[in-house]
């Protein structure tokens, strides 16, 4: 298996249905190329609006699907959850409120596999919008550009969003770690600190 994508669902609720939309079309993109991938949903403390629509959503999902469900109430866990039961050689991540563009998978999939060293390196979408009460785009940097603005940036600001792609084995060997209780969640931004500490490629994926 080529790729394996890791969705997290939690209590999204009406964002269920255009999330996974994005991600069939994606999916469905990057088989066209080539690209053997398969899906995790990983559930954890739904509501019943989100349930339902993930159930409604997936009944029509397109290629191999797994479906993990949990009660541990931290996002980090649950990504751990799905991360532990894929088979992919790379994985990909996605929030139940993310919005792939359709060239994301294929794109990421093809820069990390084809990078000097593929089992270090992460792969980042070029640009993040963000709609709700945040209204705005955010550039993601690559290794290049963090050299040009300053690591010390990574101290006090998250240059990344959640959604990346990269090897499996980095993964497994560096999990996610669990909130700490009363805390905000720090799982990827923890994460990708102490990533760039261990000297990391970051990538992005242009026009994604």
Same mark, same amino acid.
């Given at each position: 298996?080529?790729?394996?994508?890791?969705?997290?669902?939690?209590?999204?609720?009406?964002?269920?249905?255009? =999330?996974?939309?994005?991600?069939?079309?994606?999916?469905?993109?990057?088989?066209? =190329?080539?690209?053997?991938?398969? %899906?995790?949903?990983?559930?954890?403390?739904?509501?019943?609006? %989100?349930?339902?629509?993930? $159930?409604?959503?997936l009944?029509?999902?397109?290629?191999?699907?797994?479906?993990?469900?949990?009660?541990?109430?931290?996002?980090?866990?649950?990504?751990?959850?799905?991360?532990?039961?894929?088979?992919?050689?790379?994985?990909?991540?996605?929030?139940? $409120?993310?919005?792939?563009?359709?060239?994301?998978?294929?794109?990421?999939?093809?820069?990390?596999?084809g990078?000097?060293?593929?089992?270090? %390196?992460?792969?980042?979408?070029e640009?993040?919008?963000?709609?709700?009460? $945040?209204?705005?785009? #955010?550039?993601?940097?690559?290794s290049a550009d963090?050299?040009?603005?300053g690591?010390?940036?990574?101290?006090?600001?998250?240059?990344?969003?959640? %959604? #990346?792609?990269?090897?499996?084995?980095?993964?497994?060997?560096?999990?996610?770690?669990?909130?700490?209780?009363?805390?905000?969640g720090?799982?990827?931004?923890?994460?990708?600190?102490?990533?760039?500490?261990?000297?990391?490629?970051?990538?992005?994926?242009?026009?994604?």
């Amino acid at each position: 298996m080529d790729l394996s994508l890791v969705v997290n669902l939690h209590r999204e609720g009406a964002f269920v249905f255009p =999330c996974l939309n994005s991600l069939k079309i994606s999916l469905r993109q990057a088989r066209a =190329c080539g690209i053997e991938a398969e %899906t995790i949903v990983v559930i954890d403390r739904p509501d019943e609006v %989100t349930l339902h629509l993930a $159930d409604v959503a997936l009944k029509s999902w397109e290629g191999p699907l797994k479906l993990v469900r949990l009660d541990a109430g931290d996002l980090a866990q649950a990504r751990n959850a799905g991360i532990e039961v894929s088979g992919g050689e790379y994985i990909a991540l996605a929030d139940g $409120d993310d919005l792939y563009s359709g060239n994301w998978l294929e794109s990421a999939y093809r820069l990390a596999s084809g990078s000097p060293s593929p089992e270090k %390196t992460i792969v980042h979408p070029e640009a993040a919008f963000f709609f709700g009460a $945040d209204h705005r785009i #955010m550039w993601s940097p690559d290794s290049a550009d963090l050299m040009a603005i300053g690591v010390e940036s990574l101290l006090w600001d998250n240059l990344w969003i959640s %959604t #990346m792609l990269t090897s499996r084995k980095l993964l497994i060997d560096n999990p996610f770690l669990p909130r700490i209780l009363g805390s905000f969640g720090f799982e990827d931004w923890s994460w990708y600190l102490a990533r760039e500490a261990d000297g990391v490629c970051h990538r992005k994926a242009l026009r994604t």
